[in-house]
C-alpha cells in the first residue's frame, strides 16, 4: 500500500485546509485510515482516525474543528480543518492499516499564521 498526501499549505488563523491521502495497491483492505501531526520540538499527536464501519476519534485539540470522512471509491480518506490556529501548525502525515500492518504516506506541511 502506498499512500499519497497532499493539500498542506500556509494559511491564516481562523482559516481552513483539506489534506488528502490516497491509497493505492492492490489486494488490502484498509480498516482504519487517519491523521497524525507532529510540531517542531512535540511529540507526535494522533489527530483524527475513521474505521472502516464509520466510526470516527479526534485528539480534544481538534475535536468540533477538523473533520474526517473517507471517500471508499478512491481509497481516499480526507481531514477538513477549520478555525485553524496558529498551534495547528505542524507536519500532518497520514496512515492506513490492513489486518496486522501499518503504512505511512510522506508528510505536509500546515503552517497556520496570526
Known amino acids: 500500500v502506498q499512500l499519497q498526501a497532499s493539500g498542506g499549505g500556509l494559511v491564516q488563523a481562523g482559516g481552513s485546509l483539506r489534506l488528502s491521502c490516497t491509497a493505492a495497491?492492490?489486494?488490502?483492505?484498509?480498516?482504519?485510515m487517519g491523521w497524525y501531526r507532529q510540531a517542531p520540538g512535540m511529540q507526535r499527536e494522533l489527530v483524527a482516525t475513521?474505521?472502516?464501519?464509520?466510526?470516527?476519534n479526534y485528539a480534544d485539540s481538534v475535536k468540533g474543528r477538523f473533520t474526517i470522512s473517507r471517500d471508499n471509491a478512491k481509497n481516499t480518506v480526507y481531514l477538513q480543518m477549520n478555525s485553524l490556529k496558529p498551534e495547528d501548525t505542524a507536519v500532518y502525515s497520514c496512515?492506513?492499516?490492513?489486518?496486522?500492518?501499518?503504512?505511512w504516506g510522506q508528510g505536509t506541511q500546515v503552517t497556520v499564521s496570526s
Open positions: 496512515f492506513a492499516m490492513t489486518s496486522g500492518r501499518a503504512y
Open positions: 475513521l474505521i472502516s464501519g464509520g466510526t470516527t
Open positions: 495497491g492492490s489486494g488490502f483492505s484498509i480498516n482504519v
